[in-house]
């Protein structure tokens, strides 16, 4: 059996009359895959929210691996192992690659009181990883992110996340406007970071990009879940799309007509 790595417990938000998370219990494994799917409004990117520490919770338990911890902003959520991929990376497009991947982690030469930056070990563990993420066109780790393509931008975010050894890859929407080699990049890295001992939870629209990497299947529904351990292996893509939208086999023949 493996080990619990994260369980989000009875979580609840509102915002004003919207209850946008009712009583939410949410379990992740180390090294696995959840694909969590919905329609729209479902509350994906609340629950992932409250997890990164972006919104607060109004009620409800966060554990990692066991624990009871306190995920009040993003750097609690890093220091729990946590890393958030948003479709729009947060990547300071001005910064360089190399910037970007030590953002607040930054190499530091000589006595810590000068602060002067690495740069020269900062470029060379960018240049390692980017070609650890399939990155083979050789761009040097200084330019600057805003010259990358979507998918380029999601391959250093990724990278990130990797580098830092996150427990935890959240990837909300992650190919959205991406074209279909950077998707299918964007998928290699969710199963790279799996095969080396990660865990993630990857959202997407497109529930044939989910069936294709993902180990377990989590379905949301109105601010709760609805089915929580479907396995992509021995399930369709019709029957899941029953689930997420809540009607039968004949509710659909009849709604289409
Ligand atoms: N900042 C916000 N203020 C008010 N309502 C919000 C806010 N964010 C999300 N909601 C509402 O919460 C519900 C869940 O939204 P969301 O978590 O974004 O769903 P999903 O990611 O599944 O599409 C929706 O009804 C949405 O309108
Ligand atoms: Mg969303």
Redesign the pocket.
């Known amino acids: 059996m493996a080990e619990e790595l994260i369980r989000m417990q009875n979580i609840s938000k509102s915002?004003?009359r919207?209850q946008?998370l009712d009583g939410v219990t949410l379990r992740v494994f180390e090294k696995e895959i959840v694909g969590l799917l919905?329609?729209?409004?479902?509350?994906?990117?609340?629950?992932i929210k409250v997890l990164s520490g972006a919104v607060p919770a109004s009620g409800g338990d966060i554990y990692v691996r066991g624990e009871k911890v306190a995920i009040r902003n993003t750097t609690d959520a890093i220091a729990n192992g946590i890393e958030t991929i948003y479709q729009d990376s947060a990547l300071v497009t001005e910064l360089s690659i190399a910037r970007n991947l030590f953002l607040g982690r930054e190499l530091i030469k000589g006595p810590r009181f000068l602060d002067r930056l690495d740069q020269k070990a900062m470029n060379e563990v960018a240049g390692e990883l980017l070609r650890r993420v399939g990155i083979t066109k050789n761009i040097p780790p200084s330019t600057p992110i805003g010259l990358l393509s979507g998918g380029e931008r999601q391959a250093v975010a990724i990278a990130r996340a990797m580098y830092f050894d996150s427990e935890l890859i959240i990837l909300d929407e992650p190919t959205n406007n991406l074209g279909v080699a950077e998707t299918q990049g964007v998928l290699r890295f969710a199963r790279a970071a799996r095969d080396s001992g990660h865990s993630c939870i990857f959202?997407a629209h497109n529930i044939h990009h989910v069936f294709q990497v993902v180990d377990r299947i989590v379905v949301?529904r109105h601010?709760k879940i609805v089915a929580d351990d479907i396995n992509p292996k021995n399930s369709s893509v019709a029957e899941v799309e029953m689930v997420i939208t809540g009607m039968s086999d004949e509710d659909m023949r009849a709604a289409i007509g």
């Open positions: 915002y004003g919207v946008a919905g329609d729209n409004g479902a509350g994906k990117s609340t629950l959202i949301m601010g």
